[in-house]
């Protein structure tokens, strides 16, 4: 879900409330979805707030749990979904991941990428609105104040592989000086 305000709001122009329609497609996974739930970072894995509802993945990162949906057996959630009201239950202490939606870190043949999912998977997805230098500004200007290029340099996060239903919005190798293999 989008932020209403806090550390992010200096998205707002691109991801303000009034941008998200709630189709939740961002929190409700096809029960084979498993491996889409949000990775945390080495640092974000600590937090008490996600401790016995986190799992360890084969590539070493931790990942949110889900859990089956209860208004539909074939969906499955993210399991700090709270389905009566449709809100995150730790909206304040969500993982960069989700905060950072719908852009993603993803790389392609040796090159990192910001990307955005397209429109099939976040509604309020439009060009016009990531492709422009305030955004991309602003998303620089984001991952270096949260640490996210150092914790990236340090591989300390989880970096997806390119989809065909990401949009490259900005390439982000140079800013990763010490990252030399992926
Ligand atoms: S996918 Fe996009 S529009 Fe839908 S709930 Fe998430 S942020 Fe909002
Ligand atoms: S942590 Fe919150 S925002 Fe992130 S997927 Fe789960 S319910 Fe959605």
Not at 65 to 92: G, M, P, T, W
Not at 150 to 160: A, P, V
Request: aromatic content about 14%; hydrophobic content about 30%.
């Amino acid at each position: 879900m989008i932020e209403k305000k806090n550390s992010i709001s200096k998205f707002k122009n691109i991801l303000s409330e009034k941008d998200c329609i709630g189709c939740f497609n961002c929190c409700y996974f096809s029960k084979e979805e498993i491996g889409v739930l949000p990775f945390l970072s080495k640092e974000e894995s600590k937090k008490k707030v996600y401790s016995k509802v986190i799992e360890k993945r084969k590539n070493g990162f931790w990942q949110i749990k889900q859990s089956l949906s209860k208004k539909n057996n074939n969906v499955a959630k993210c399991f700090f979904l709270d389905e009566r009201n449709h809100k995150c239950k730790i909206y304040k202490d969500r993982p960069f991941e989700c905060a950072f939606w719908p852009f993603v870190i993803s790389f392609e043949k040796n090159k990192i990428y910001v990307c955005s999912v397209n429109k099939d998977w976040c509604p309020k997805v439009t060009k016009k609105k990531i492709f422009n230098q305030k955004t991309i500004n602003n998303i620089l200007q984001y991952l270096e104040s949260n640490n996210i290029l150092k914790e990236l340099e340090k591989k300390e996060r989880y970096i997806w592989p390119m989809e065909d239903y990401y949009i490259k919005v900005i390439e982000i190798t140079n800013k990763i000086k010490k990252y030399n293999e992926l």
